[in-house]
């Protein structure tokens, strides 16, 4: 082996000689894995993307102005909304993307035309009364012209 085989002055012997020594200071690992990635919680706004390291990344628009829960590790980016699934995408290491699932543009372009076609509300009649009605009710004689 010749790596960590030299002297150093330093330490006073060579690196190899000092492996046991470290091995036995070092603590055990714990228990339950430690919890690596990225999550935020945030209300999707109504461009329907989610902004992560500089880069957009679609999600369903039917969880527009919902809490959604985001969460990315070094392979991939998911957006949860009450513990629901909403978008999954690779992640992207490129900076200033617009990642977009095609499903999501669909169904953005489908709710679009939707609240286009919306029926207006109808008109509803509302019943004027004379203000000769509220002359009587405050008890007012009414003053001839």
Not at 2 to 26: E, F, K, S, T, Y
Not at 45 to 58: A, E, F, K, T, W
């Amino acid at each position: 082996m010749r790596a960590n085989n030299r002297q150093h002055r330093a330490l006073g012997c060579r690196p190899v000689q000092r492996w046991d020594a470290d091995r036995a200071a070092m603590l055990s690992l714990p228990p339950v894995a430690p919890v690596v990635g990225w999550r935020q919680t945030t209300r999707l706004p109504r461009d329907h993307y989610v902004r992560l390291d500089g880069n957009d990344y679609s999600v369903h628009p039917s969880v527009v102005g919902r809490r959604v829960d985001i969460t990315a590790d070094a392979d991939r980016v998911q957006v949860f909304c009450d513990s629901r699934q909403v978008a999954r995408h690779d992640r992207c290491w490129a900076t200033h993307q617009s990642i977009t699932d095609p499903a999501h543009r669909l169904a953005a372009a489908d709710l679009r035309t939707a609240a286009r076609q919306a029926p207006a509300p109808a008109a509803a009649e509302v019943e004027q009364r004379q203000l000769s009605d509220y002359d009587q009710i405050f008890g007012l004689k009414e003053v001839a012209a």
